[in-house]
């Protein structure tokens, strides 16, 4: 039989390479909608499909260990005793990832008192006898001792398991410098970490191999050990009965009595019901046709898929009376779908229960439907903001909001968030929406037509309602709702933008950017690049000999906090005049991008994203106003770029003086802390004579940039570390600084330790009006990730508490503005800050109002206090 004739064994190791998937994979991207963490089964997988797609094996299985406990332990009661418990996010993840591999046809083997690594010695050892070509696919190095001509190890590199390292008998020998079967041999003498086998003290690796080359086998050298010189010699010797058990512990068994040979694991056909089955409840939505592929079962998996997906009703179409009659008689929730071109509506769609009806859009639609959409009648939609901003332009105003199915699945999850119908029809139908394929100028399929849209979304809703707790379906209907239709309108008016300020302030930063340029080519008598990484390392790195910075994948960081660092510790004036380039290169660029939004109308029009972030805030893009750097000479210049518009009197500005640090006052319920915001004195100066001991006309700058430093960065979860580096202070200083803080407020202390503790209880914070963000990484195994999550959860309910109050204010204002009759509006939210263009005759109504719902927006125990400017454009407003 030649070797390409011979069937292949392939015998996998499964808990050795799920435990590494775990690890390789972040645990917070992979969790079922009902909490399942499923990465370690998902890097699994993807490992296990890649490997049999490369390797095309006739006959396989997986094996897994049944306990931690095993004939070894009996032998040996310390073997494996220092392995940490497992992960919380692994457990259960061994019995789903057999499921998986059963519904696959994959024959999962293990045996009580026995290991993975014993069976898949058994078996192969089975295997080369029966002619088979046999690979063993473990993390465990002990399975090195299996290789022979026709056996070869693939394992998993230190990265995870997407790569295989391939060991053949030659491979073995090149990297231990011993043929396989005596790997043990080593292995006994150096001892084995992982198992908790202790070797020869000062003994490694290639002590043994030296050992093992010059007496020939491991039974020689214990023979001749007298011969040893050295300390290594008399370690030896004392460890004898060491390294004898511990080659008796790493001998794996070839003689398991299993229920299967090698030639009863067939590949078989796969399950393609219960593959799709499995595979949709884990949301393993892209390994469903990878495996479909492997397995030649495409067509079964779309017929199934197909089977089980609701058909969509086909609309039927209505003209105008017709259309708003149905409407009028629609029983409960309407699913609403406004397909948009060039920002008006171009077709309408509607279901109520299994009817969809739709139209496209016309004068008499507009007519028809005009006093529908202006009543309260429930409506549901999906991404409603583009759609309700298209109604307006075309003359409809829209009430009865009841539902958005995108920002009710971002509230679910914020961290993840499904961006589109299309995303949440898979995640919460487990079925695919018809969509027409963009790259083909005649699709072979046709997309799912306005009403048929509008039947999916209701469904989605009907299901993320039971995944909503009560109070995030609050959050939902009294604050993101309405806000969305704030936005919609700020959205439409814009905010108008000089051209010539913005015009001329770019030449002057054109201008000054080309100066430091040729001043930082005077420093180093050269041209070079200043935006190439590359170049620049050579010139701060090899030219200057400046110190080394942070290593990255293409050499060491150039990033501009890190040269900050740098300049700090280690100036240099071409380090000093790269900075400024940089700093007036961004700026400029920042200003183009404004410029280029300004509209023929002299107006910026952005588009406020509710769902960009995970604490609530809103972000803006096309262009991005939250990145106009603030209180620098160079962002009043960008401010002054925005003026009153046509029509309107001045400008009014508004925003929230130190609402987190009330938030944090109200939340920990510290007396001082509400004393201090209660007391209408300077609140850093107030808490600065409390830490320092003195009285609050004695509290210098310097004390109260400490204070203020230390009771933002608290919100932040700052250390002492990062306290001192913010400050320059010594660490011992911010650590004394940080005691003296806790010990006048206390309770603040007790709070951001306690709310970290119920996170990690509850799996989620949440802020004061119930909005939740979850974080799993507070019980994760790793280090790193369940630190950044505790700093995160310290801040959350805090900054997604002043998020959710500044909305509940915006809203607010803008519908009392509406409510009186005021031609005055709302143009901008930035940060913490509102921007009003107020009409002639309107500053006194329009400053009570917003100084009025901003100031109640929320019910703290200290006050919210608002501050208010006024002026012909932003920076004039600034206050």
């Known amino acids: 039989m030649t070797d390409s004739a011979k069937p292949t064994l392939l015998v996998v190791d499964g808990h050795s390479l799920a435990y590494r998937a775990f690890y390789a994979l972040p645990v917070e991207n992979f969790s079922t909608k009902d909490g399942q963490h499923t990465n370690g089964i998902y890097g699994f997988l993807a490992m296990l499909i890649n490997l049999i797609k490369a390797e095309k094996p006739t006959h396989l299985a997986v094996a897994f260990d049944t306990s931690r406990q095993s004939f070894r332990t009996r032998e040996y009661a310390e073997y494996k005793a220092n392995r940490s418990e497992t992960p919380s996010e692994f457990k259960g993840q061994i019995p789903i990832l057999q499921d998986c591999l059963a519904a696959m046809s994959i024959r999962v083997l293990s045996k009580e008192d026995i290991e993975a690594d014993d069976i898949l010695a058994t078996l192969a050892t089975q295997g080369a006898a029966q002619g088979f070509d046999v690979l063993v696919c473990s993390g465990d190095r002990d399975t090195i001792q299996l290789v022979t001509d026709d056996v070869t190890l693939l394992y998993p590199n230190v990265q995870g398991v ?50 093992l080359t010059q007496f020939g086998s491991l039974d020689a050298l214990l023979d001749g050990a007298d011969k040893v010189t050295g300390v290594v010699g008399g370690n030896l010797r004392e460890h004898l009965d060491d390294v004898r058990r511990n080659r008796t512990l790493n001998r794996l068994l070839t003689d398991v009595e299993l229920p299967v040979g090698p030639a009863d694991l067939e590949v078989q056909p796969m399950d393609a019901q219960a593959v799709r089955d499995i595979f949709a409840r884990l949301e393993f939505k892209t390994l469903i046709p990878r495996v479909a592929e492997l397995a030649g079962i495409e067509q ?26 149905w409407l009028a ?34 004068d008499d639609i507009r007519d028809s439907l005009s006093g529908w959409f202006a009543s309260d009648a429930p409506k549901v939609f999906s991404d409603a903001k583009s759609q309700i901003k298209a109604l307006r332009r075309a003359g409809l105003t829209v009430a009865g909001l009841a539902f958005d199915v995108v920002i009710a699945g971002w509230l679910v999850r914020p961290s993840f968030p499904d961006k589109t119908l299309a995303d949440l029809v898979e995640r919460y139908l487990d079925e695919k929406l018809p969509e027409a394929d963009p790259t083909q100028l005649v699709p072979e399929t046709e997309g799912a037509t306005p009403g048929q849209l509008s039947w999916y979304l209701l469904r989605v809703a009907e299901a993320l309602r039971a995944d909503l707790p009560e109070s995030v379906a609050t959050v939902l209907t009294e604050i993101e709702l309405p806000t969305l239709l704030t936005l919609a309108d700020m959205e439409l008016a814009g905010v108008a933008v000089s051209h010539a300020k913005l015009s001329e302030f770019s030449g002057e930063l054109a201008a000054r950017a080309d100066a430091i340029a040729q001043a930082a080519y005077a420093a180093i008598g050269r041209e070079v690049n200043l935006g190439s990484p590359k170049q620049l390392q050579e010139v701060l790195f090899d030219e200057l000999e400046l110190p080394k910075t942070r290593k990255t994948k293409t050499g060491y960081s150039t990033d501009a906090a890190v040269l900050a660092d740098l300049q700090e510790t280690n100036p240099h004036p071409f380090l000093d005049l790269l900075l400024q380039h940089r700093e007036a290169t961004k700026l400029r660029q920042i200003i183009e991008s404004l410029d280029t939004a300004i509209g023929g109308d002299g107006r910026i029009r952005t588009t406020y994203v509710q769902t960009g972030s995970q604490t609530g805030r809103l972000s803006s893009t096309d262009p991005n106003l939250q990145n106009i750097p603030v209180r620098t000479q160079e962002s009043l210049r960008i401010r002054a770029a925005f003026e009153v518009g046509e029509g309107f009197e001045t400008l009014l500005t508004a925003d929230y003086s130190q609402i987190e ?29 409390r830490v320092f001991g003195v009285e609050p006309a004695d509290v210098t700058p310097a004390m109260r940039t400490k204070v203020k430093a230390m009771s933002y960065g608290l919100v932040y979860g700052l250390s002492a570390f990062g306290l001192s580096k913010q400050l320059r202070i010594d660490q011992s200083e911010a650590k004394l600084l940080m005691t003296e803080y806790f010990a006048r407020f206390g309770a603040v202390r007790d709070y951001l330790r306690s709310s970290v503790e119920q996170a990690r209880a509850d799996g989620y914070t949440e802020t004061i009006f119930g909005r939740r963000r979850p974080f799993p990484d507070l019980t994760s195994p790793n280090r790193v990730l369940r630190e950044n999550a505790e700093r995160a959860a310290l801040n959350a309910p805090i900054q997604g508490s002043a998020a959710d109050i500044m909305k509940i204010a915006l809203f607010h204002i803008h519908d009392e503005f509406a409510a009186q009759g005021l031609d005055s509006r709302v143009l901008m939210q930035i940060h913490d800050e509102l921007v009003v263009e107020v009409a002639p005759g309107e500053w006194e109504a329009a400053e009570r109002i917003v100084r009025e719902r901003m100031g109640d927006a929320a019910q703290l125990t200290v006050p919210l206090d608002v501050q208010i400017g006024r002026g012909g454009d932003w920076n004039e407003a600034g206050h």
Do not use: C
């Not at 699913?335 to 859009?361: D, I, K």
């Open 162 to 211: 997407s790569q295989l390292k391939r060991y053949d008998r030659q491979a073995v020998i090149d990297r231990y410098g011993v043929p396989p079967e005596q790997y043990p041999d080593i292995a006994a003498l150096v001892g084995e970490t992982s198992d908790n086998l202790p070797g020869v003290p000062k003994v490694g690796e290639k002590t043994a191999v030296k050992w």
């Open 300 to 325: 079964q998996m779309a017929a199934i898929t197909s089977a089980a997906a609701e058909l969509a009703p086909v609309a039927e179409e209505l003209d105008g009376p017709a259309l708003g009659a």
């Open 329 to 362: 008689a629609a029983d409960g929730e309407v699913g609403v779908t406004v397909a948009v071109e060039g920002g008006r509506p171009h077709r309408v769609g509607f279901a109520a229960g299994a009817r969809t009806v739709e139209a496209s859009w016309t």
């Open 661 to 689: 640090m009330r938030i944090m006052a109200h939340l920990s319920e510290d007396p001082g802390l509400i004393e201090a915001f209660n007391s209408g004195e300077d609140t850093h100066r107030f808490v600065g004579a």
